[in-house]
T-cell receptor, first 114, second 114 residues
Framework: DAGVTQSPTHLIKTRGQQVTLRCSPK?????VSWYQQALGQGPQFIFQ???????QRGNFPDRFSGHQFPNYSSELNVNALLLGDSALYLC?????????????FGPGTRLTVT | GQQVMQIPQYQHVQEGEDFTTYCNSSTTLSNIQWYKQRPGGHPVFLIQ?????EVKKQKRLTFQFGEAKKNSSLHITATQTTDVGTYFC??????????????FGQGTTLQVKP
């Protein structure tokens, strides 16, 4: 049973560039959430996708956008990268749209903005 | 905005000693989840508490959810070196818009001296 997978594992970008991160949820899961984890901090909720729609959003600017595909996989796009966007980006999948479900996290994508 | 505070930030214990981390929310929660993140790894789900005053045990780990559903604790009895890592609490929010958004605490990093 494949868990949550993310690609790429590491990425280096320059300020002002755009980046796309990808996530495949755990088999049987239909909900994908994205988190940003800065060094030494807890994960910060970016947004959640269910049925190909953004269902909930955290306090992140519009530069952060996402998409969910019919197979439940998801992408996180960040435009006009800033140095402060350097972080570990975690994707988490769960089995339903409501908050009662545990989140299965992927290994993350380490983004470095120079 | 909603906040989840976690203390202490760091804890160093001798192997065999007990360990406790505390979590406090600025708002009433629908549920609280606990995760463990090993160095260089991703958060791994430990448990979810839903009911007011709920207590759950997993071997040497005891989890509590406060009566007001605004605080929680994780207690580890007789720590082992395998317990090393950062423990996060994550609160699920109440409300019709609750679609799984989790607010993570800053985490407590546990070091165990053999």
């Amino acid at each position: 049973d494949a868990g949550v997978t993310q690609s790429p594992t590491h990425l280096i970008k320059t300020r002002g560039q755009q980046v796309t991160l990808r996530c495949s949820p755990k088999s049987g899961h239909d909900t994908v959430s994205w988190y940003q984890q800065a060094l030494g901090q807890g994960p910060q909720f970016i947004f959640q996708y269910y049925e190909e729609e953004e269902r909930q959003r955290g306090n992140f600017p519009d530069r952060f956008s996402g998409h969910q595909f019919p197979n439940y996989s998801s992408e996180l796009n960040v435009n006009a990268l800033l140095l402060g966007d350097s972080a570990l980006y975690l994707c988490a999948s769960s089995g339903g749209p409501r908050g009662a479900y545990e989140q299965y996290f992927g290994p993350g994508t380490r983004l470095t903005v120079t | 905005g909603q906040q989840v505070m976690q203390i202490p930030q760091y804890q160093h214990v001798q192997e065999g000693e007990d360990f406790t981390t505390y979590c406090n929310s600025s708002t009433t929660l629908s549920n609280i989840q606990w995760y463990k993140q090993r160095p260089g790894g991703h958060p791994v789900f430990l448990i979810q508490l839903v009911k007011s005053g709920e207590v759950k045990k997993q071997k040497r780990l005891t989890f509590q959810f406060g009566e007001a559903k605004k605080n929680s604790s994780l207690h580890i009895t007789a720590t082992q070196t395998t317990d090393v890592g950062t423990y996060f609490c994550a609160g699920g929010l109440i409300g019709s818009s609750n679609t799984g958004k989790l607010i993570f605490g800053q985490g407590t990093t546990l070091q165990v001296k053999p």
